[in-house]
Each structure stands twice: as C-alpha cells, then as structure tokens.
C-alpha cells in the first residue's frame, strides 16, 4: 500500500514486476480467430478467479489455458499451459455499474 494515502484512497502497490507471486497466473483464451490474454489468481490449488470477458469467447473449455507465474513473462508456448476443466462464467448487465457483474472461475 502506498504511504500517505488517504483513507478510503488506498492504492495497491505491487512490487511484483517479473511475474513471480504464486498466486498470480496468466490465462490465455483461444477463441476461433484470436487468442487473448489475462491475469489470474489461485483461489485454490485448482481454481482460478479473472473476469467473464476474458473466457466468455472461448469455442470450448480447453481453449482455456491457465500458464503458472513463472510463465507470465516472455514467450509462451500453448504446450505449457494447463487447460481448464471446467469454467463457470457471469457476464451481464453494465460491469460499471453496481447491477454489472464480469467473474469467472
């Protein structure tokens, strides 16, 4: 957290800038003409959390790959990945608004 905030304006600060807290994970979507990239987090050994939008492209859930932190960096290859069993996904109303709703797991 960034000194001398004041409350209710805390920033997070993240001194994390090599992609290597073991939490953190890319999540790369492959969609029929694209592929797209986004961060993660572990909730557990086997489930991560990113928002709907990233994922909600995908033609099936092994088009999802979840890339360990070590991997954030650099070139990635498809091969290191390891593909989601399952995705459960809420994408509605206005994400920007207090009704919007952008989580997947």
């Given at each position: 957290?960034?000194?001398?905030?004041?409350?209710?304006?805390?920033?997070?600060?993240?001194?994390?800038?090599?992609g290597t807290l073991p939490q953190q994970?890319?999540?790369?979507?492959?969609?029929?003409?694209?592929?797209?990239?986004?961060?993660?987090?572990?909730?557990?050994?086997?489930?991560?959390?990113?928002?709907?939008?990233?994922?909600?492209?995908r033609g099936s859930n092994n088009d999802v790959l979840v890339?360990?932190?070590?991997?954030?960096?650099?070139?990635?290859?498809?091969?290191?990945?390891?593909?989601?069993?399952?995705?459960?996904?809420?994408?509605?109303?206005?994400?920007?608004?207090?009704?919007?709703?952008?989580?997947?797991?």
């Amino acid at each position: 957290v960034y000194p001398g905030t004041s409350p209710g304006r805390t920033k997070i600060c993240n001194p994390d800038l090599s992609g290597t807290l073991p939490q953190q994970v890319l999540i790369r979507t492959f969609s029929r003409f694209a592929s797209s990239d986004c961060t993660g987090t572990m909730l557990t050994d086997s489930i991560a959390i990113t928002a709907a939008h990233c994922v909600n492209d995908r033609g099936s859930n092994n088009d999802v790959l979840v890339f360990p932190p070590e991997r954030n960096c650099g070139r990635l290859s498809s091969n290191y990945g390891i593909e989601a069993c399952k995705v459960v996904e809420k994408l509605e109303g206005d994400i920007c608004q207090d009704d919007g709703h952008d989580i997947a797991l």
